[in-house]
């Protein structure tokens, strides 16, 4: 039997990758973005079930509209891919307030605003499954991407949360952790830099901007296998609440655990010992 996807940032890297995937698998897709253009020249020649809707993430009105076409058009929606999101890059204290508030109203209460949407359609259903996108780097921090990896942390707690509150409604969440793949997520028509010039942070700044743009476009991660992975992912009965997806994922989020573990056992004494005597 068919599903029916619901992908967020559709238009471009891995979303348009797992869309096409789905599409490939048979299966409807609703593809969304700010800009339907985009997102129809994305999908120009591309056989299958397939709406288009215009979303911009950081609008709850808009999130409500485009669940409304999906369900009327299809009849309700399996799985939730929420994708939408971009890079703000650059020491924190280089990126003004305006810059913070924007990253996380795309990456945080956009992805907040569309499963606030789609949740009422899968308890109907009593089932459903929600992959969220987050990062390596919501798992591992980063010099240079203080603000992005913010996002990124808190879509894992959120996630990490709402898979408890609704599994008891057959909706399973999961918690996507790319590592580097070749999208157009280090140029310029995706990353932001803060505009702000701390002489203390210039090196610091010249080299994470070197870095990235030498890695643009030559990142190890396939979208379209990942996108292929989800396809898998969405028909397991027993989905995991994470999944890193590519070697320096594993490699990097593995590093990372062994490094808490050994933290925590080498401070154990003294953070047992603030317990009080009651």
Same mark, same amino acid.
């Given at each position: 039997m068919s599903k029916t996807w619901f992908i967020t940032g559709a238009g471009r890297g891995i979303g348009a990758e797992v869309a096409k995937a789905a599409l490939a698998a048979g299966d409807n897709v609703v593809a969304t973005g700010?800009?339907?253009?985009? @997102?129809?020249? /994305?999908?120009? %020649?591309?056989? *299958?079930?397939?709406?288009?809707?215009?979303? $911009?993430?950081?609008?709850?009105?808009?999130?409500?509209?485009?669940?409304?076409?999906?369900?009327?058009?299809?009849?309700?929606?399996?799985?939730? @891919?929420?994708? /939408?999101?971009? %890079?703000?890059? *650059?020491?924190?204290?280089?990126?003004?307030? $305006?810059?913070?508030?924007?990253?996380?109203?795309?990456?945080?209460?956009?992805?907040?605003?569309?499963?606030?949407?789609?949740?009422?359609?899968?308890?109907?259903?009593?089932?459903?499954?929600?992959?969220?996108?987050?990062?390596?780097?919501?798992?591992?921090?980063y010099a240079g991407a203080s603000v992005y990896c913010s996002t990124k942390f808190a879509v894992e707690g959120f996630s990490e949360s709402l898979a408890m509150e609704v599994a008891r409604f057959g909706i399973h969440v999961t918690i996507?952790?790319?590592?580097?793949?070749?999208?157009?997520?280090?140029?310029?028509?995706?990353?932001?830099?803060?505009?702000?010039?701390?002489?203390?942070?210039?090196?610091?700044s010249r080299e994470t901007r070197t870095t990235y743009d030498g890695y643009s476009y030559k990142q190890a991660g396939d979208p379209a296998k990942l996108g292929s992975a989800l396809i898998e992912l969405a028909a397991s009965q027993e989905p995991p609440l994470r999944y890193a997806a590519g070697s320096d994922a594993v490699q990097g989020i593995a590093t990372k655990l062994d490094s808490v573990h050994a933290e925590i056992n080498k401070w154990r004494s003294l953070s047992i010992s603030t317990d009080g005597n009651f």
């Open positions: 700010r800009n339907r253009k985009q @997102v129809q020249e /994305a999908f120009a %020649g591309v056989e *299958g079930q397939l709406l288009i809707v215009e979303l $911009d993430v950081t609008k709850p009105d808009q999130a409500d509209q485009a669940v409304d076409a999906a369900v009327t058009h299809f009849g309700g929606i399996d799985v939730l @891919v929420n994708n /939408a999101g971009y %890079g703000q890059l *650059g020491p924190f204290e280089e990126n003004g307030a $305006d810059d913070i508030e924007r990253q996380f109203a795309t990456n945080v209460f956009g992805l907040l605003h569309v499963t606030r949407a789609v949740l009422p359609v899968m308890r109907w259903q009593r089932a459903g499954r929600i992959f969220n996108l987050s990062s390596i780097g919501g798992m591992v921090g996507v952790e790319p590592g580097f793949f070749r999208t157009d997520f280090l140029d310029q028509s995706s990353v932001r830099y803060g505009n702000k010039s701390i002489e203390d942070y210039a090196e610091a």
